[in-house]
């Protein structure tokens, strides 16, 4: 089977590329290095022309990593194959991130492409039950129950991966604006009163895409937001450079475990 990557920004990408041989998909207005990797440029407004190349290049299994905003279509550049989908895809857009991202997977699926997930590739940065770093306090685990409720609560809904509580209260909840605007938003009502950022699937998540991250900023973050703790789902996170995480962690002094 020949892959192709659909890289989207951060680091992902290129940690799949060391998976095995792989071309990039990359969008307009995606900025990637690919050290060398074949490149397929791409648009939104041409997916036939896209998948007309994919199959060119024999290539039958895609795997999605990487964070991509929603995209904006030009009418006037729309291919023959695109424009009899966009009913299709308009009914994608007007879903949650979930939806949205199912109803790729099943357009994927319908032009003959399998769909990996990026744990797939590389299981090895999957984190899994236990203490990465530091030693969870009782008033860290207790906060880390209450945004984990929180988020559970709120699966259903389709509005985020991560929130944070501290002293028992809920400080954030991760919507479309994402991780880093959450802890920015925590960092501006920053208290010395510690606090978890706890991050996991929504619930019945399809983990092909949009699999929750963690990486070395992840950590810097948290710190700036006041907080101490990072409690991720096991099995269902992956560590982005786990040296750099661990070495962020111990000079922040922020413990970081997985829990079911």
Not at 50 to 68: N, V
Not at 100 to 116: K, M, N
Not at 182 to 195: I, K, P, Y
Not at 200 to 213: A, I, S, Y
């Amino acid at each position: 089977m020949a892959r192709a990557i659909i890289a989207g920004t951060g680091a992902l990408p290129g940690l799949l590329l060391k998976a095995g041989p792989a071309h990039l998909v990359v969008f307009d207005g995606v900025e990637i290095k690919a050290h060398g990797t074949p490149v397929i440029p791409a648009r939104f407004e041409q997916l036939g022309r896209l998948f007309t190349r994919l199959r060119e290049e024999g290539i039958d299994e895609l795997c999605l990593a990487g964070a991509m905003t929603r995209p904006q279509f030009d009418p006037s550049a729309l291919d023959a194959e695109t424009m009899e989908l966009m009913p299709r895809l308009m009914a994608a857009l007007a879903q949650g991130d979930d939806g949205l991202l199912c109803s790729i997977i099943a357009l994927l699926e319908d032009q003959g492409f399998t769909v990996r997930a990026a744990h797939e590739l590389r299981p090895d940065l999957v984190l899994d039950e236990g203490v990465l770093t530091g030693i969870p306090t009782d008033r860290q685990q207790v906060d880390a129950a209450r945004a984990r409720a929180v988020l559970e609560a709120l699966g259903p809904l389709d509005v985020g991966q991560g929130a944070v509580a501290a002293a028992g209260q809920m400080l954030g909840i991760e919507t479309l604006q994402g991780t880093d605007a959450m802890l920015n938003f925590v960092a501006r009502g920053r208290t010395d009163m510690g606090g978890v950022f706890v991050k996991r699937p929504k619930p019945g998540q399809d983990l092909r895409v949009d699999m929750p991250v963690i990486g070395p900023e992840t950590v810097r973050a948290v710190a700036r937001a006041g907080l101490d703790g990072i409690e991720v789902a096991a099995g269902g996170v992956l560590l982005l450079d786990r040296r750099a995480v661990l070495a962020e962690a111990e000079t922040h002094d922020v413990a970081i475990w997985a829990t079911p």
